[in-house]
């Protein structure tokens, strides 16, 4: 028999799902309706928000703010910032374990990841990768973590209960974004030096494949069997075939297309558009751009950004 507190909250309706979409030009994180498809609260977050992950319930989202050396704490519900943590560095990507909650932060000017404890939001311990570490993806049991280290061309990989990095897996020129599947079995970094998606085998820990893309790969999403990739300079998201790394076609977005997620039933892909100010609208099934949303100056949502 169902409490009555559980009796209330089954009579409530849904809240829409949301995209927090990084504007770092204009140094706030912006609340998107997705169902609306409008902007229903912007947050201020000052030092050139760029990065950001959301807690595995989803009540928190954690942001890099470079220039504030910083990682700012949101409370989703109430939409304010409750805490910023200063860092020092130059905090980039932003990673969270989906078991623990542990917070990792990516100094993009040392060899390090930062590990905030979700209970106290201070820095417990760092984490010794390669060189001008961007992106961080973590696997769905907690165990791993991949931070696709920029300028060594490889990506580190990290036993999460011991903070050792396990290897380091040479991919293409200048990883940036990394994504894992949901299975654990393998992982995808966007290439912007070599426009191309390295495919690796975690289980293996090395590369099996690498997939040519758009100009200047930014970020990777996975769904429905297919990858979406931000090309920056094309304006376009490249795709392809998971299973047979066949090309898909290239779907034209805004300007400068950056950061980029898949809707919790794969329905829909969003892409923010760091120049155009947009958060584009992709359809799975039809591959075409079905809305859009004006933002703020400068959106990059570079990471986990939807609630």
Do not use: C
Not at 22 to 38: C, G, N, P
Not at 194 to 221: H, T
Request: negative net charge.
């Amino acid at each position: 028999m169902l409490g009555p507190l559980l009796v209330l909250l089954a009579a409530l309706p849904a809240r829409a799902e949301e995209a927090f979409v990084t504007a770092q030009s204009a140094e706030v994180v912006e609340v998107v309706d997705l169902d609306a498809r409008k902007v229903v609260a912007t947050i201020p977050v000052p030092g050139a928000p760029a990065g950001i992950a959301l807690s595995p319930d989803r009540t928190r989202a954690y942001v890099t703010a470079p220039e504030a050396k910083a990682l700012a704490v949101i409370d989703t519900a109430a939409r304010t910032v409750t805490k910023t943590l200063a860092l020092g560095g130059g905090p980039l990507g932003v990673g969270v374990n989906p078991v623990s909650g542990a917070v990792y932060v990516a100094d993009w000017y040392a060899k390090r990841l930062w590990v905030v404890d979700p209970t106290t939001l201070a820095v417990a311990g760092e984490i010794v990768v390669g060189t001008s570490p961007s992106g961080i993806a973590v696997t769905g049991d907690g165990r791993f973590l991949l931070a696709a280290d920029r300028d060594d061309d490889a990506v580190s990989l990290v036993d999460t209960a011991t903070g050792r990095r396990l290897a380091a897996i040479p991919v293409g020129t200048r990883p940036f974004g990394v994504t894992i599947d949901a299975e654990g079995r393998r992982a995808y970094t966007a290439n912007v030096g070599s426009n191309d998606v390295s495919v690796i085998d975690l289980a293996a820990r090395k590369e099996i494949a690498r997939v040519p893309v758009g100009e200047r790969p930014y970020a990777v999403a996975l769904t429905g069997g297919r990858a979406f990739v931000t090309d920056q300079y094309g304006g376009t998201v490249s795709t392809f075939d998971t299973a047979t790394l066949a090309p898909g076609p290239r779907i034209a977005v805004g300007d400068y297309p950056e950061g980029i997620a898949a809707s919790r039933d794969g329905r829909r892909i969003y892409v923010a558009n760091w120049e155009s100010n947009t958060l584009s609208i992709i359809d799975t099934a039809t591959l075409t751009v079905v809305g859009q949303v004006k933002t703020a100056d400068g959106p990059r949502a570079f990471g986990d950004f939807l609630k």
